[in-house]
């Protein structure tokens, strides 16, 4: 088993081992019995040869101008897991499906089109996008709507100084996004499991506020194939499925515009999708969420309880004033 | 002859099979290759094999009369008993290792979330049959024993439902399974017609 550090990463960032292998403890407690019972392998078998996934090479080493804590110091996602557990229907609906199927997609060269309602338009390379950006990095909090979350350091620029240099025109309300669609790329395309290509869209205030990333990179190095690469959004506050992936198409509109998953299902998944444990998924609760994080297995302590706005209240509640969630889900 | 007949050297290999899939989950469980969410790997796995099991087990009469192998009706009992043995473990991983702390939750989650009360429904009809799967009992409850143990044919509907609800969008392989229970159930239509309507068939038949 390798495992490559980027010296850049603060110490920090990395599960010390002897933790990283505390989380398989209770499991391991728990199976010992039953293993000779059932097998009768108790004694060899007990040996943790942990067999974390192989954490990658890095592509190369982003050259980040600041690191800001946005998850209050809580315990970090590993690497292995932030990039094997990947809901990325393009890829196949499994959560290893992406990182499995992911390796001949082809992020670079890259380019995002800009439509709409701005002074600006037009076809844009990922190098024009981010020319003279500095690079940040930012530890969020990422709560899937599916009730499990992850902690993860990603590396972007603030959307609104991407979208500030197309000068957006007064009538813009709303900011629409699309992933690439490359059915010889991306397998799971191949089964109309949602509306491809995959839409999302933000409240031209939300696309401004600064905790909104347009994200290149996580854990200091490029943003993997399953990730979505090389470019993707990051909106801390909402359950994960906003954060739209492989962008290729930023346009800036004026009605709210559709969006993948509540033109599937508008009941399950609103165009807001602010994360918020006081109002349930019709099929399951939101008030309480499984983390996936470093310290990671021990019986009572993944499961926690969900924040409103995923923690992010007091920067992003004010955007929400007089709305009823229940109703803007 | 260490053993009665084939069938009964046959069950201990089956035992072991059934078996088989836990002592898989335990292992990848203590060399911790469940994956990044270990408690998601622990319950879909334990709960897809309650599934096949249950299945399984409905299997076991269509495929008698399919085959003629009546012997295989040896192998429901013990079946039926690993279905139950899967459910109860999904269960308990359910309470014990994902809902962890959150014991409250638990029976709004059952009232509430449609998925979970048809999952608990299923787990607690399997009880009585479980309870009544002895020989003595089979013996002590006559034709009352079959009437109550066609609640199988339910309680793998209600399994079927429980995935069916709880998946977002990707529904192929609930719809798999969903499609394998009618298979079974109408194969028990055909297999429950009566001997004068068989012989009436095998008549028209005949003629032709």
Same mark, same amino acid.
């Given at each position: 088993?390798?495992?490559?550090?980027?010296?850049?990463?603060?110490?920090?960032?990395?599960?010390?081992?002897?933790?990283?292998?505390?989380?398989?403890?209770?499991?391991?407690?728990?199976?010992?019995? $039953?293993?000779?019972?059932? $097998?009768?392998?108790?004694?060899? /078998? /007990?040996?943790?040869? !942990?067999?974390?996934?192989?954490?990658?090479?890095?592509?190369?080493?982003?050259?980040? !101008?600041?690191?800001?804590?946005?998850?209050?110091?809580?315990?970090?996602?590993?690497?292995?897991?932030?990039?094997?557990?990947?809901?990325? *229907?393009?890829?196949?609906?499994?959560?290893?499906?992406?990182?499995?199927?992911?390796?001949?997609?082809?992020?670079?060269?890259?380019?995002?089109?800009?439509?709409?309602?701005?002074?600006?338009?037009?076809?844009?390379?990922?190098? @024009?996008?981010?020319?003279?950006?500095?690079?940040?990095?930012?530890?969020?909090?990422?709560?899937?709507?599916?009730?499990?979350?992850?902690?993860?350091?990603?590396?972007?620029?603030?959307?609104?100084?991407?979208?500030?240099?197309?000068?957006?025109?007064?009538? /813009?309300? *709303?900011?629409?996004?699309?992933?690439?669609?490359?059915?010889?790329?991306?397998?799971?395309?191949?089964?109309?499991?949602?509306?491809?290509?995959?839409?999302?869209?933000?409240?031209? @205030?939300?696309?401004?506020?600064?905790?909104?990333?347009?994200?290149?990179?996580?854990?200091?190095?490029?943003?993997?194939?399953?990730?979505? $690469?090389?470019?993707?959004?990051?909106?801390?506050?909402?359950?994960?499925?906003?954060?739209?992936?492989?962008?290729?198409?930023?346009?800036?509109?004026?009605?709210?515009?559709?969006?993948?998953?509540?033109?599937?299902? !508008?009941?399950?998944?609103?165009?807001?999708?602010?994360?918020?444990? /006081?109002?349930?998924?019709?099929?399951?609760?939101?008030?309480?969420?499984?983390?996936?994080?470093?310290?990671?297995?021990?019986?009572?302590?993944?499961?926690?309880?969900?924040?409103?706005?995923?923690?992010? $209240?007091?920067?992003?509640?004010?955007? *929400?004033?007089?709305?009823?969630?229940?109703?803007?889900? | 002859?260490? %053993?009665?007949?084939? #069938?009964?050297?046959?069950?201990?290999?089956?035992?072991?099979?059934?078996?088989?899939?836990?002592?898989?989950?335990?292992?990848?469980?203590?060399?911790?290759?469940?994956?990044?969410?270990?408690?998601?790997?622990?319950?879909?796995?334990?709960?897809?094999?309650?599934?096949?099991?249950?299945?399984?087990?409905?299997?076991?009469?269509?495929?008698?009369?399919?085959?003629?192998? +009546?012997?295989? #009706?040896? %192998?429901?009992?013990?079946?039926?008993? %690993?279905?139950?043995?899967?459910?109860?473990?999904?269960?308990? #991983?359910?309470?014990?290792?994902?809902?962890?702390?959150?014991?409250?939750?638990?029976?709004? &989650?059952?009232?509430?979330?449609?998925?979970?009360?048809?999952?608990?429904?299923?787990?607690?009809?399997?009880?009585?049959?479980?309870?009544?799967?002895? &020989?003595?009992?089979?013996?002590?409850?006559?034709?009352?024993?079959?009437?109550?143990?066609?609640?199988?044919?339910?309680?793998?509907?209600?399994?079927?439902? +429980?995935? %069916?609800?709880?998946?977002?969008?990707?529904?192929?392989?609930?719809?798999?399974?969903?499609?394998?229970? #009618?298979?079974?159930?109408?194969?028990?239509?055909?297999?429950?017609?009566?001997?004068?309507?068989?012989?009436?068939?095998?008549?028209?038949?005949?003629?032709?």
């Amino acid at each position: 088993m390798r495992r490559d550090q980027p010296t850049h990463l603060p110490q920090s960032c990395i599960t010390p081992e002897p933790v990283y292998r505390r989380r398989r403890e209770v499991l391991q407690l728990l199976g010992l019995g $039953a293993a000779a019972l059932a $097998a009768g392998c108790g004694s060899e /078998a /007990a040996s943790p040869q !942990a067999a974390a996934p192989e954490t990658r090479v890095p592509d190369k080493s982003l050259d980040v !101008a600041s690191h800001v804590d946005d998850a209050n110091g809580e315990a970090q996602t590993t690497y292995a897991d932030a990039t094997h557990y990947n809901n990325f *229907y393009e890829f196949g609906t499994n959560k290893s499906d992406p990182a499995a199927n992911s390796a001949r997609f082809v992020a670079h060269p890259w380019s995002v089109e800009i439509a709409g309602l701005a002074e600006k338009t037009g076809r844009f390379t990922l190098e @024009d996008i981010l020319k003279g950006q500095a690079l940040e990095e930012r530890i969020y909090r990422m709560r899937c709507v599916e009730a499990w979350s992850m902690v993860i350091p990603w590396v972007g620029i603030p959307l609104a100084n991407l979208l500030k240099r197309f000068k957006p025109l007064a009538s /813009a309300k *709303y900011v629409a996004f699309t992933t690439v669609e490359r059915p010889a790329q991306m397998p799971g395309l191949a089964y109309p499991v949602l509306d491809w290509p995959y839409r999302e869209g933000l409240r031209m @205030d939300e696309a401004m506020h600064p905790l909104t990333l347009l994200a290149v990179g996580m854990y200091g190095r490029d943003l993997p194939n399953q990730n979505g $690469a090389p470019l993707r959004l990051v909106v801390p506050w909402k359950y994960g499925f906003k954060g739209i992936k492989s962008i290729v198409k930023i346009e800036f509109v004026e009605r709210q515009p559709r969006t993948t998953w509540n033109l599937m299902a !508008a009941d399950e998944y609103g165009f807001y999708a602010n994360v918020n444990p /006081a109002v349930d998924h019709p099929r399951w609760s939101q008030k309480t969420e499984r983390r996936i994080a470093g310290t990671g297995f021990n019986l009572f302590g993944n499961r926690i309880e969900t924040l409103p706005f995923n923690g992010y $209240a007091e920067q992003v509640a004010h955007l *929400y004033a007089g709305m009823d969630l229940r109703k803007n889900f | 002859m260490l %053993f009665r007949d084939r #069938i009964a050297a046959t069950k201990p290999l089956v035992f072991a099979l059934c078996l088989l899939p836990f002592a898989h989950l335990v292992w990848d469980a203590m060399h911790g290759t469940l994956g990044p969410d270990p408690v998601a790997q622990l319950e879909h796995r334990s709960g897809d094999w309650a599934l096949r099991l249950l299945l399984a087990t409905l299997a076991i009469t269509p495929l008698r009369k399919l085959t003629g192998w +009546h012997k295989l #009706i040896r %192998f429901r009992r013990m079946l039926g008993l %690993f279905a139950f043995f899967y459910v109860s473990v999904h269960l308990l #991983i359910y309470l014990f290792v994902d809902l962890g702390g959150y014991w409250a939750d638990i029976f709004e &989650q059952i009232a509430k979330k449609p998925y979970i009360t048809v999952g608990f429904a299923a787990w607690l009809l399997l009880i009585p049959l479980a309870l009544t799967s002895t &020989q003595a009992m089979m013996r002590r409850l006559g034709r009352n024993w079959q009437r109550l143990h066609r609640v199988a044919y339910l309680i793998a509907l209600l399994g079927v439902l +429980h995935y %069916f609800w709880l998946v977002k969008a990707d529904h192929r392989e609930p719809a798999l399974y969903l499609c394998i229970w #009618i298979v079974l159930m109408l194969a028990r239509l055909r297999v429950r017609s009566r001997p004068a309507d068989e012989l009436r068939r095998v008549a028209a038949r005949l003629k032709i």
